[in-house]
């Protein structure tokens, strides 16, 4: 799958304004900060293609980002403290717009920081993911911030809590691309495996 040629397509900020969804779908979530719009860029190589925000919660819309064989749909930070209770709610509004719609998820990407235990939002959006049987990999982001010893316990961490349901979990960071090659076969398997049905 050529991870190259992308280019930015669309961008939502009410279920309203959704583009109809023509190709295999790729969704990243994770709550502001996590590094979604790192792992975007690394995906695909390219400086800024997503915008990296010093400031969390900026991304308020749902982007969509074209490739050849799919969409990548970059869904807005969740969890970040200085929004409005409004804002929160419109944006709840648009990605649960967006999960009801007939789309064609091929993958949900739902991020982690590495370093934490998930938050109580992560574990509402990855109960979500059970509970809907979206097809989804956790990926744990910022694991080079981790010493040998802090790596070898998160990582013990993360495989108890994922091993009774049987979630793939792969560290990554956007620094040394630690994890970017498992994650981009995982995204071409799971286009390919929706491209054929």
Known sequence: ?????????????RASQLPASTLPEVVFSGKSNVGKSSLLNKLVNRKALARVSA??????????YRLQQCRFVDLP???????????????GELVEGY??????????????????KPTADDQNMLQFLLDTGHPFAVVCTKCDKLNKSETAAQTAY?????????????PFSA????????IQERIAQSVAALSEI
Not at 79 to 89: I, P, R
Not at 158 to 170: R, V
Not at 175 to 182: A, R, S
């Open 1 to 13: 799958m050529n991870f190259q040629t992308v280019e930015f397509e669309a961008a939502a900020g």
């Open 55 to 64: 400031t969390p919660g900026k991304t308020a819309t749902i982007n969509f």
């Open 77 to 91: 930070g969740y969890g970040y403290a200085k929004v409005s209770q409004s804002e929160k709610a419109r944006w």
């Open 99 to 116: 999960f009801a719609q007939e789309r064609k998820i091929a993958l949900v990407i739902q991020l982690l920081d590495m370093r934490h």
């Open 158 to 170: 993360f495989q108890e809590l994922f091993a009774e349901c049987q979630i793939p979990f792969t």
């Open 175 to 182: 620094v040394k691309g630690t994890g970017l090659q498992e």
